[in-house]
């Protein structure tokens, strides 16, 4: 009988680690994924994203939060990057369409553009930004939120707030997308030397949370 329960207290020994190990919920966990400037750059640089979209980002875009929001809504993204692939941007009518009900649309401008002190500063909290002048061209001013000052608080049903900020311009011309996160503020439909007015497509998605 003695050398029963030595026999069975051994086996225990043996088997109680094991079972620590297995039931242990941090040791299944797998970390969580994390975009850092670098890892970003590379994602961007690659191009997975485009799926044979000839059109480029503009390089001022925040690549983090791009990689983050491509990453966790893809099937918009996807859809928001075959739309300018897939269609006559050009010839496409001034007007709103659908693209995925209301998590992904495109509104198609053709007006004059304006001069500086015309245009506000802006930023979108429901929605993200992706700006693409297809006739003409325009400047488009950005800088980062917590280098803002709000000036008009934000107006959920027009999903817009307003600002006063200094920043750079970038010239927006045919083949680049300007992509606006709601962390951009930034400021369109300037004025550029020597062109008067602009046709432009704004495809708008929704931000993940």
């Known amino acids: 009988m003695k050398k029963a329960l030595l026999k ?3 086996f225990a020994l043996l088997l109680a680690p094991l079972g620590c190990k297995t039931s242990s919920p941090a040791a299944t966990q797998a970390p969580a ?8 750059d590379k994602w961007f640089r690659s191009r997975v994203w485009a799926n044979g979209l000839k059109l480029n980002v503009q390089e001022s875009v925040n690549k983090v939060e791009f990689a983050k929001q491509y990453t966790a809504n893809k099937a918009a993204w ?5 739309y300018f692939r897939d269609t006559n941007l050009e010839e496409l009518p001034v007007g709103k369409y659908p693209i995925d009900a209301d998590n992904v649309t495109a509104a ?14 802006e930023s979108h909290r429901k929605f993200i930004d992706m700006q693409c002048v297809v006739r003409g061209a325009e400047k ?11 000036t008009k ?14 920043g ?14 709601p962390q951009d503020v930034h400021r369109p439909n300037i004025k550029a030397e020597g062109v008067d007015r602009d ?11």
Do not use: H
């Open 8 to 10: 069975y207290g051994f």
């Open 33 to 40: 994924a994390t975009w850092t400037p670098q890892k970003a």
């Open 78 to 82: 996807d859809k928001a990057f075959a």
């Open 108 to 121: 198609v401008t053709d007006n004059p553009t304006k001069e500086y002190a015309d245009t506000k500063w």
């Open 140 to 150: 488009m001013g950005q800088v980062p939120i917590d280098q803002a000052t709000v």
């Open 153 to 166: 608080p934000y107006d959920d049903a027009r999903d817009v707030a307003n600002y006063s900020a200094e």
């Open 168 to 181: 750079p311009q970038y010239e927006a011309r045919p083949g680049t997308i300007f992509i606006f996160f």
């Open 199 to 209: 046709k432009k497509v704004v495809v708008k998605v929704r931000v993940a949370q």
